[in-house]
Nanobody, 119 residues
Framework: QVQLVESGGGLVQAGGSLRLSCAAS????????MAWYRQAPGKQRELVAG???????DYADSVKARFTISRDNARRTVSLQMNSLKPEDTAVYFC?????????????WGQGTQVTVSS
């Protein structure tokens, strides 16, 4: 069973930075996509950023130019550098790994790490 463990969350003032890391218990090379999602109180979980095996990335419009996602296959980690943080970035951030299958994709989730941005 694949385990994903997030770290790096915390409390930061608006305009500050945080770096989230997600460590996998197995090689991440086989995952077609690794991503970060977030869920704020009373809201649905949303995609923040994703990185494919070939290194191409996608970002939510709300975080473009502020957040950077990267994956290190050798270290089995995926990171999210968050700059210019805003109070609306406050949420629990979840690491996600996906193996694309012909019928149903295989998905794995971490337990989440809290990010709180004070105004």
């Amino acid at each position: 069973q694949v385990q994903l463990v997030e770290s790096g969350g915390g409390l930061v003032q608006a305009g500050g930075s945080l770096r989230l890391s997600c460590a996998a218990s197995t090689s991440i090379f086989s995952f077609d996509v690794m991503a970060w999602y977030r869920q704020a109180p009373g809201k649905q979980r949303e995609l923040v950023a994703g990185v494919r095996r070939d290194g191409s990335t996608d970002y939510a419009d709300s975080v473009k130019a502020r957040f950077t996602i990267s994956r290190d296959n050798a270290r089995r980690t995926v990171s999210l550098q968050m700059n210019s943080l805003k109070p609306e970035d406050t949420a629990v951030y979840f690491c996600n790994a996906v193996q694309v299958r012909s019928i149903v994709d295989q998905k794995y989730w971490g337990q989440g790490t809290q990010v709180t941005v004070s105004s």
